[in-house]
Structures are given as C-alpha cells and as structure tokens.
C-alpha cells in the first residue's frame, strides 16, 4: 500500500492524472476485499490490483473513462450465478469499487500523499478515509489526528482495524486503517531474517533487526527493513522495555543458548508473539529450563516454537515463508 501512494504522488508530480480505484465492500467469494486498491493512469493500471480477472478488466476501462470525465463514482458489481460465467468468474460474491478522478499536479493531494509516507516513515498509526461520493480524502493519525479535511467526530470514534464504510450527514466515508501498530523484533540477522524481512515487508509488517555482529546488521542484507540495531544479546533490559502488546518477537539468533538468553530476557514483555526457532526437542529443554527459573505456564501462552507453520519448510527461503504465513494468521485474530 505504501509504494502504491509513493507511485500516485510520482504520477501527479510528473504532470499525469490518475485514477485511485478501491475495493470498498465485498461479500462472498472474490478475489479481493475491502481494501484493494490499483491505481490508473492513461497508460492502464500502473500498480496495484483489486484481485485480476474479469472484474478489475471491467474497472480498468470504468477507470480510463474516468480520466476523461473526471469526478468520483461507486460502482457496484453484483454476481449472481448467472453473471458469475458471464464474468469468467470462478465463484460468485459482491463487489462494490470506488472510483476516484486524482488531477495532476493538486497540491492537495500531493500534501495527503506527503502526509501519508511521513506516517508510514514514523510508524504511527493512522487511517485513511475518503467521502466516495466526492472522492475526497483525509488522514487521521493516532498521534497527529486529522489531516486533509474536516472529520466528523462520529467518524474518528468509528474507526476501528477493518475497512469499513460510515453513513453520516448524507456523506458515506469510507475508512481503512493503513498502518497497524507494533513491529517485527527479529533477533539474529542470519539467512532466515534475510529472506523473511523482504517478505513481511511486502505484506505490511514493520521489521526491527537485532545483532550483536555488525556484519549481520547492514541494512542492505534486508530490503524493506524499517531498522537495524547493534545489541548486546546479554542486556536487553531497555530493549524490553519497547516491546508491548502489540509487536512480535523472532528470535533466531547465532546458537541455542544465544536463543535461550533472549527469549529468557524477553518473555514478560507481554508481545503478542514470541517465536523462537529450532527442533521440538529444543522446545521441550528450553521450557524446562524457564520453568525452573520461575517462569510459569501462562509465560508461554504467547510464545510459538517451533516459529513457523508446519509446512515441511527447510531453506531459510521456505522457513521464512512459514512465519510470515503464521503472522498473518496472528495478525488476522485465527
């Protein structure tokens, strides 16, 4: 999402309009829910999807007539058995897409988009909220609050983590959280915290990388990484102190008892997910030795090892795969 609105203030800043197409409603089986986006220009979709086939096809040429009309418009897709085959569908479902006309160089726009990557960069948490029938757009960030237009009170107290729309003064507001709060704190920043930053990166994941070896803390070994930090592995008293209710912990540090010291430092910091690579054996010893430093059982209801889902993972690529897998699933409440 975020390289989707660093692609729409490029666009407007080298003189092109564009079209912001949304998936604003859906029920059913489709290929995307609310949240979807794609953005178009007179050149067809430049980035971005709202699932493929044959409705983003449809929103394609509904986008291009939108760039020679102007304006912002609900289109409402309604796939009933009949039109599913019609559509080329493999399953039916409902699909609402809005329609937004963006004018090059509005200043305006470019401001909200500005605001946008400044938010994304300070990690704050904030939603984006757009008026469908004027196409209008503003921000409200949990620190800075409301950027862009005016929001109703009701609509702030309505916010909430899934897209949803708001029927308010006869406007309907569209509103989705686009940056949740809490980090990815991966300790150890060998092959597996490789492969995994880049790919919790592009599923919206703010990952911290933890070493204790400067060579395995160069940012450039993590592409899309927001952070990378020198620590001492034996002293991780402050770093604790940062971790709340809403971040995740990985650790896959040098060895087993590099593992053993951090997960042992880090097991009160209340995080919604603490996981800890290596064999079920090492899982069993581990928690035997916690237990008998005074750690008690509800310590481990957060914590996942072996980290991962169980899919016969074995590269650093496929066991990377497996926790980013398994973060969404925390992520999404399963």
Known sequence: MRELFKATERCLSEGRDAVLVTVVASDGAVPRGAGARMLVTERGREHGTIGGGAVEHRSEALAARTLQEKGAFTEKFRLYPNEVADLGMVCGGNVDVCFQYVPAGDEETLALLRQIEALFAAGEQFWLITETESGKMGIYGAKSGAFGMELPEEVIAGLGTKPKQLALGGKNYYCELLLRPGRVYIFGGGHVAQALVPALAKIGFRCVILEDRPEFARRELFPGVDETRIVDMNDLTQLAQE???????????????????VQKQLMHTGARYIGVIGSE????????????LGFDEADFENVVSPIGLKIGAQTPEEIAVSIAAQLIQVRAGL
């Open 243 to 261: 971790i709340g209710a809403a971040d995740y912990i990985c650790i896959m540090t040098r060895g087993h008892q590099s593992d053993f010291d």
């Open 281 to 292: 054996r090492k899982q069993r010893t581990v928690k035997e030795k916690l237990l008998e």
